[in-house]
């Protein structure tokens, strides 16, 4: 099946400092790849739609200017913690579309201390 | 508001027994119906799609389910638990319309196979 590479799997950062996430589609273009948010126990939070060549969508509540997405290529999308704090320690993991199923990348456990 | 229930936080089982892992779903049209399974710090990994055709659709590692209409329900079985089945698993919906095309997930429910 079809592989979504995300890196780095675990990332430790200072308060303060920004962080890159990245999701790669490694045998299929994705147009469209999206950003979850987990936190222990619970489900995945949806908190963007990032689009190929334009503007991410982003869900209610997820502030843009903290959470930056680019999408660049239709095989790489990132997501950046920007002046990250403590409350942004989270298992952040992207997905893309196959057909139909969607494909999740292995996620990454931020902790900001 | 579509949406995806998954009634029980946690579903423990003996060895050997059969299990069953809850889904219901609220949607407009013709359901996309996916179940998901994610280990402990990890991302989710795909195990079986309904689209259409037979209700019991078959998947990876020995799973099954039963897509029916009448009851909105996409029930995850298996026959036989394995204590390596233990882990955590979501159940899923594909919404489309308009600029929407996304996974809508259930809150997740927690296998538990006691050897």
């Known amino acids: 099946g079809a592989v979504v590479s995300q890196h780095p799997s675990r990332v430790i950062c200072k308060s303060g400092t920004s962080v890159k996430i990245e999701c790669r589609s490694l045998?299929?273009?994705?147009?469209?790849m999206f950003w979850y948010r987990q936190f222990p126990k619970q489900s995945l939070m949806l908190m963007a739609t990032s689009n190929e060549g334009s503007k991410a969508t982003y869900e209610q509540g997820v502030e843009k200017d903290k959470f930056l997405i680019n999408h660049a290529s239709l095989t790489l999308s990132t997501l950046t913690v920007t002046s990250a704090h403590p409350e942004d320690s989270s298992f952040y993991i992207c997905s893309a579309f196959g057909q139909p199923e969607a494909f999740f990348g292995q996620g990454t456990r931020l902790t900001v201390v | 508001a579509q949406s995806v229930a998954q009634p029980e936080d946690q579903v423990n089982v003996a060895e050997g027994n059969p299990l069953t892992v809850k889904c219901t779903y609220s949607?407009?049209?013709?359901?996309?119906l996916f179940w998901y399974v994610q280990y402990p710090n990890r991302g989710l990994q795909f195990l079986l799609k309904y689209i259409t055709g037979d209700n019991l659709v078959k998947g990876s590692y020995g799973f099954e389910a039963e897509f029916n209409k009448s009851q909105t329900s996409f029930h995850l079985k298996k026959p036989s638990a394995l204590v390596s089945d233990s882990a955590l698993y979501f159940c899923a919906v594909r919404v489309y319309g308009g600029a929407t095309n996304k996974l809508i997930f259930g809150t997740g429910t927690l296998l538990a196979v006691q050897p």
């Open positions: 949607v407009s049209g013709n359901p996309y």
């Open positions: 045998d299929f273009q994705a147009t469209t």
